[in-house]
């Protein structure tokens, strides 16, 4: 069964600071990971989609990486800024029949001016 | 196209009344998701469909639960009787899935701006 954990739970940096958010999975026979933002009380919005043959993903300040054989993904964030702030949640997508997309509990990220 | 689009947004129902909450996907997407998710945790699966059949339901989905998605386009989740544990952000995210492929979403999700649902 597909676990999906994520670390630390919540984050708290001044402006500025880089940063990662750690994603493991425990089934390696994934198609896909996906890093959605959250904001509270709000939809998840798509930040990056890195397909299980690829190992990174770029979009501005935001760079995720997966090593799938090792069952890790982490998102790092550029100059963090205050709008920053959110949940970020790792979702992987199974390759075999049916459906498979797991979530992790997700980063609570804050980051102060 | 908008995106995914869900209603209503927020919704209070005394326990015990049925709610429906609708959901209309980006329009060229075949696959719809529904999910559940409560404070503080990642979202949970509770069904999906391929067009119009329903492919897959989560244990999570009571027989108070029932999902539709009756022309392969919008869809509705009813929630019959409801307790207070039903009280969560229901999501719903869509996707396009190629003939026959049975996996997850290979193209990754697009979400909607969830239903808040508040049973006092």
């Known amino acids: 069964k597909q676990e999906v954990t994520q670390i630390p739970a919540a984050l708290s940096v001044p402006e500025g600071e880089n940063l990662v958010l750690n994603c493991s999975f425990t089934d390696s026979a994934i198609y896909n990971l996906q890093w959605f933002r959250q904001d509270p009380g709000k939809g998840l919005t798509s930040l990056l989609l890195?397909?299980?043959?690829?190992r990174e993903q770029t979009s501005g300040r935001l760079n995720a990486s997966l090593d799938k054989s090792s069952g890790r993904s982490t998102l790092y964030i550029a100059a963090s800024q205050p709008g920053d702030s959110a949940t970020y949640l790792c979702?992987?997508?199974?390759?075999?029949?049916?459906?498979?997309?797991?979530f992790g509990a997700g980063t609570r990220l804050f980051v102060k001016a | 196209d908008t995106g995914v689009s869900q209603n209503p947004r927020h919704k209070i129902t005394k326990r015990g009344q049925n709610v429906t909450f609708r959901c209309d996907p980006i329009?060229?997407?075949?696959?719809l998701y529904w999910y559940r998710q409560t404070l503080g945790q990642g979202p949970e699966f509770l069904t999906y469909f391929q067009n119009e059949a329903q492919l897959e339901k989560s244990r999570l989905l009571s027989d108070r639960f029932s999902a539709e998605r009756p022309k392969g386009s919008f869809s509705t989740l009813e929630i019959q009787r409801t307790e207070q544990g039903d009280s969560a952000m229901y999501l719903c995210?869509?996707?396009?899935?190629?003939?026959?492929?049975?996996?997850?979403?290979?193209?990754?999700?697009?979400f909607g701006s969830g239903t808040r649902l508040t049973v006092v």
């Open positions: 329009s060229e997407h075949n696959r």
């Open positions: 979702a992987v997508s199974g390759s075999t029949g049916g459906f498979k997309t797991i």
């Open positions: 890195i397909q299980s043959s690829q």
């Open positions: 995210a869509s996707t396009r899935a190629g003939r026959g492929w049975t996996g997850g979403a290979y193209n990754g999700y697009t």
